[in-house]
């Protein structure tokens, strides 16, 4: 079984910037064989795949309401997936979550399957964004 452990949530003002880890505990094998996913959800709002990181070639998706802010990226060797968010909007506001046990990055885009059947979620960091 594989833990993924979020963190560097908090309040940021418009504009400014976080950066985001998803570290893999326990069976981290596990992200050897799958792609990882990040989603947002806002108080009120569904669930929202904001980008993806494929385990193969590296190619990533980003949603096109974070394209050109966030940048998705990964550390094999610390398990460990990230995401550098720059120039955060309000409506950025939402406790994001890292997700695995898929391939194709075409899931987290909604374009296929479903986000409910994905096993491994993390418990989610909170990130608002206000002045």
């Known amino acids: 079984q594989v833990q993924l452990v979020e963190s560097g949530g908090g309040l940021v003002q418009p504009g400014g910037s976080l950066r985001l880890s998803c570290e893999g505990r326990?069976?981290?094998?596990?992200?050897?064989?799958?792609?990882i996913g990040w989603f947002r959800q806002a108080p009120g709002k569904e669930r929202e795949g904001v980008s993806c990181i494929k385990r193969d070639d590296g190619d990533t998706y980003y949603a096109d309401s974070v394209k050109g802010r966030f940048t998705i990226s990964r550390d094999n060797a610390k398990k460990t997936v990230f995401l550098q968010m720059t120039n955060l909007k309000p409506e950025d506001t939402a406790v994001y979550y890292c997700?695995?046990?898929?391939?194709?990055?075409?899931?987290?885009?909604?374009?296929?399957?479903?986000?409910?059947?994905?096993?491994?979620w993390g418990q989610g960091t909170q990130v608002t964004v206000s002045s």
């Open positions: 326990g069976a981290t094998h596990i992200l050897d064989e799958y792609s």
């Open positions: 997700a695995t046990d898929f391939l194709d990055c075409r899931v987290v885009a909604g374009e296929i399957g479903s986000a409910r059947d994905i096993h491994y």
